[in-house]
């Protein structure tokens, strides 16, 4: 999707962490968003998120969708169109 390439040319992941409102620690680490984390265990990168604790990875698309729990509305709506398209 072309907006989403857009978004993912122009905003960092760390950016949008800190857009919501997120405290990123020392190497851009964070407590991670997928599982209790106490100890900063998420790994900001540029382009992508990593998590050392639970293996939770994406793009900053995938990042912002997680933080509002929309990553499984929005795919199983596509995965819907997708199905009806294709009928
Ligand atoms: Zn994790």
């Not at 992941?13 to 800190?18: D, L, N, R």
């Not at 540029?46 to 729990?69: E, K, M």
Request: charged share 15%; proline share 1%; glycine share 8%.
């Amino acid at each position: 999707m072309r907006l989403f390439e857009t978004i993912k040319e122009t905003v960092t992941v760390g950016q949008a962490a800190e857009y919501y409102g997120m405290k990123i620690g020392r190497n851009n680490m964070i407590c991670c968003l997928f599982h209790n984390d106490h100890y900063p265990s998420m790994k900001l990168n540029t382009t992508y998120y990593y998590c050392f604790g639970c293996g939770a990875t994406g793009d900053v698309i995938q990042f912002v969708a997680n933080l509002f729990g929309l990553w499984c509305i929005w795919t199983r709506k596509l995965h819907i169109c997708t199905f009806l398209l294709s009928r």
